[in-house]
Each structure stands twice: as structure tokens, then as C-alpha cells.
């Protein structure tokens, strides 16, 4: 289990835009938005989230309206983004 809240580096910051294409980086925080062909495929998606985030402790700003949810996220303990947050997204990444 990936615990590392160590803040990311500028380098590895700057190199967010290719390791994570479809998330944007937000100041202190990265997001992005999923969409779905309904309700149920949103709402399938978001439980598998969730079952990823308990894995890692470690639970995001999310919001849904129907078929669309979008999650953003950051390690408030450290007030930046740290590798917990990349290591984060790359797991719901893995759930596409």
C-alpha cells in the first residue's frame, strides 16, 4: 500500500502533464472528470473508487450528477500534492 505523502518535487509536479494526461493540476490539487453512458455506469464507477481509496486511505472531493463524476484530490495533512495523490489517481486510472 503506497503511503508516501511526501509533497511532490517541482520536477515531478512539472511532469504531471505526461504521467496523468487527463488530470489537471489545480494549485495544491489534481482533478479530473469521468463520464459515463448513465447514472449506473457512474455510480458503478464511483463504488470502485471508493473500494481504491480505502485501500489507500486516502479519499478525494468527488461529485457526481448523473452520468458525470468528477474527483479531485489532494493530501490536505501536507497542503500540497503529494505521491499519495498521484499514486491515487493512477489506481482509478487502472479501473478505465
Known amino acids: ?3 508516501d505523502r511526501t509533497p511532490l518535487t517541482n520536477d515531478e509536479r512539472t511532469g504531471l502533464g505526461q504521467q496523468l ?3 489537471q493540476v489545480e494549485g495544491q490539487k489534481i482533478s479530473r472528470t469521468f463520464l459515463f ?4 455506469e457512474a455510480w458503478t464507477f464511483m463504488k470502485q473508487v471508493a473500494v481504491k481509496a ?3 486511505q486516502h479519499h478525494p472531493d468527488w461529485s457526481n ?4 463524476v ?10 500540497s500534492l ?5 499514486a491515487f489517481a493512477e489506481a482509478v486510472e487502472e479501473l478505465l
Open 1 to 3: 500500500m503506497v503511503t
Open 70 to 79: 468528477t474527483i479531485e484530490v489532494t493530501t490536505h495533512s501536507a497542503g
Open 37 to 40: 453512458a448513465d447514472f449506473a
Open 65 to 68: 450528477s448523473w452520468n458525470q
Open 21 to 23: 494526461p487527463d488530470w
Open 54 to 56: 480505502e485501500d489507500l
Open 82 to 86: 503529494t505521491r499519495l495523490d498521484v
